[in-house]
């Protein structure tokens, strides 16, 4: 994973830290990685990189927020063109994005080893993302944005009691939930 070209290279910006990155590198295997939220593809090019014998899949409806007015951290909107042309230019792994909803597209989806949850981060979205990933994920979920400026997301986590999955690992902002055997 080479953290410093892609944040100086990507259109737009990557959206977690370089702790929250290797933190993440950490737990992924060659498995399936899925991605919920996109934003400039940042993060999963990241997944992409620290596992080039695997595949990666974002999933973002692009719709709402900045997808429509701009991103205030640089200035533009993103867009899936864009999106697709950072996979393109610095991708590790074959990595695809979906333009959908995370709960419609992976309701049913084949099982993967690893889900990263960084998209709507209302309360009641991440709690409906977080009952579709527990499903899918084999081995582990990761949650960006446990943090005072993400009340939704700092209140789900607070607040979940579920006996499948417990808390391995943190870096900044992203928390890694293993499966229990």
Not at 5 to 18: E, F, M
Not at 40 to 60: E, F, M, N, R, Y
Not at 151 to 162: N, S, T
């Amino acid at each position: 994973m080479n953290y410093e070209r892609t944040v100086n290279s990507i259109i737009g910006r990557v959206g977690i830290t370089k702790a929250e990155a290797e933190v993440m590198a950490k737990y992924l295997d060659d498995g399936l990685h899925i991605e919920i939220g996109t934003l400039w593809g940042g993060s999963a090019i990241l997944a992409s990189q620290a596992k080039p014998g695997g595949k990666v899949v974002t999933v973002d409806p692009m719709n709402s927020g900045w997808w429509l007015s701009q991103d205030p951290v640089v200035g533009i909107a993103p867009s899936h063109e864009i999106v697709n042309l950072n996979i393109e230019r610095l991708s590790g792994c074959p990595v695809q994005s979906v333009k959908g909803y995370s709960t419609e597209y992976l309701r049913g989806h084949e099982p993967c080893s690893t889900l990263l949850i960084d998209g709507d981060h209302s309360y009641e979205a991440i709690r409906a993302d977080w009952f579709v990933a527990r499903e899918i994920a084999e081995s582990y979920i990761f949650v960006h944005d446990y943090d005072e400026l993400h009340e939704g997301v700092l209140r789900f986590i607070d607040e979940l009691e579920d006996y499948t999955w417990y808390r391995v690992d943190q870096a900044g902002s992203m928390l890694v939930f293993g499966r229990h055997d």
